[in-house]
Nanobody, 124 residues
Framework: QVHLVESGGGLVQPGGSLRLSCEISGFTANVYAIGWFRQATGKEREGISCITTSTNTTYYHDSVKGRFTISRDSAKNAFHLQMNSLEPEDTAIYYC?????????????????WGQGTQVTVSS
């Protein structure tokens, strides 16, 4: 059974940083993609970044480009989202998800496995 577990959320002041992690278990294929999504209260879920394991190609939504960085720790089967220069608008529940097709993008399809989410709150 595939499990994704996010960690690293919390409360941070505007301009601060957080590093989210997504640990994966139970998925044995070498080719897949990991995406990070977020959902703010009253808003639709949006895909903000993804990475493919086949080529390490990355994608960033315009709203996080230049501030967030997605990375992979192959040894630990984990993925990270480094979030810098956080803004109150970044407040949301953040989810990681796995796309077994390996494409990753577009981010509105293909993601079959999801974590439980971690809360990120940016506030002074």
């Amino acid at each position: 059974q595939v499990h994704l577990v996010e960690s690293g959320g919390g409360l941070v002041q505007p301009g601060g940083s957080l590093r989210l992690s997504c640990e994966i278990s139970g998925f044995t294929a070498n080719v897949y993609a990991i995406g990070w999504f977020r959902q703010a209260t009253g808003k639709e879920r949006e895909g903000i970044s993804c990475i493919t394991t086949s080529t390490n190609t990355t994608y960033y939504h315009d709203s996080v480009k230049g501030r967030f960085t997605i990375s992979r720790d192959s040894a630990k089967n984990a993925f990270h989202l480094q979030m810098n220069s956080l803004e109150p608008e970044d407040t949301a529940i953040y989810y990681c998800a796995l796309d077994p097709t390996g494409w990753g993008y577009p981010m509105n399809t293909g993601y079959d496995y999801w974590g439980q989410g971690t809360q990120v709150t940016v506030s002074s």
